[in-house]
């Protein structure tokens, strides 16, 4: 075997796919694993999860490869759900074309799909999900999904912003995490009320080492809310830190015992507990 074939991260799949909206007919890149190539570090507060750089084929994001991406005419969706475009959202989701290569470009110039993808491609490749899911009915779950997408996307906005510090993708990450927090809690609140169901999410993620189910959905929504959530009216602020603490008190009362459930998710939950608790508490001695 070569070095090169050695190095490789990446490869293309035996399988076609059909783009639903162009008839556009292509591979999809996967990740290869194994070989050392992915070296797991810490896990943040969002529950991602970090990876160290390898010696051998250096800094390797997992998350570039996860949405499948029409190469032609941009339409994105995670894998399951792309030829599964409903029929009579078609016509809009073809109409949609021009407006959505402009604005993808305008915010990731250069970006190519034709290519192996980087982190660009990445990055682009989860702001279109986020983007095409406006084409799906509620049976998919769509809105907990744009969720998702909106958080991969500002992690690997994070990691551009450390490659390239003077473009601004810190201010981008911010944006998808407000997008995230308000996605999350429209997913919960939307589930709450019979308007769309959270079943058709088979993995919540959020990262792709591990699945925190929908009580990691559960905590995302009460974390998000307590760092990106209304912060400017003190009112606001208040009911929101409300409603995120009742969300994660959620976690702990439900079903099984805390002995079966993660307990990196345990640990982060008390932790965030423990935050909005001491910040209310704060509010309720002014």
Known sequence: MSDDRELKVSFTSKKEFTCPVCDARFRKEELLSGGGRLIAGNLTDELHRLYEPSAKYGEICPLVYQAMVCPECWFAAMDAD?????EKNRERAAEDRERRLFDTEAVFSGVDFNKPRGLLEGAASQYLTLRCYDF???????TIKQGLASLRAAWIADDLHKKNPDEHYDWLALLFRRKAQFLYNEAIRLEQSGKETLSAMKAFGP?????????????????LRYRYGPAGNPAQRLSSLEDARRTIARIFGMGKSSKDKPGPLLDHAREIYDAINKELNETDDV
């Open 207 to 223: 990262d792709t080492d591990k699945n925190y189910s929908y009580e990691g959905v559960l905590y995302l929504c009460a974390y």
């Open 136 to 142: 799906f009915g509620k049976d998919v779950s769509p």
């Open 82 to 86: 792309f030829e599964a475009l409903p």
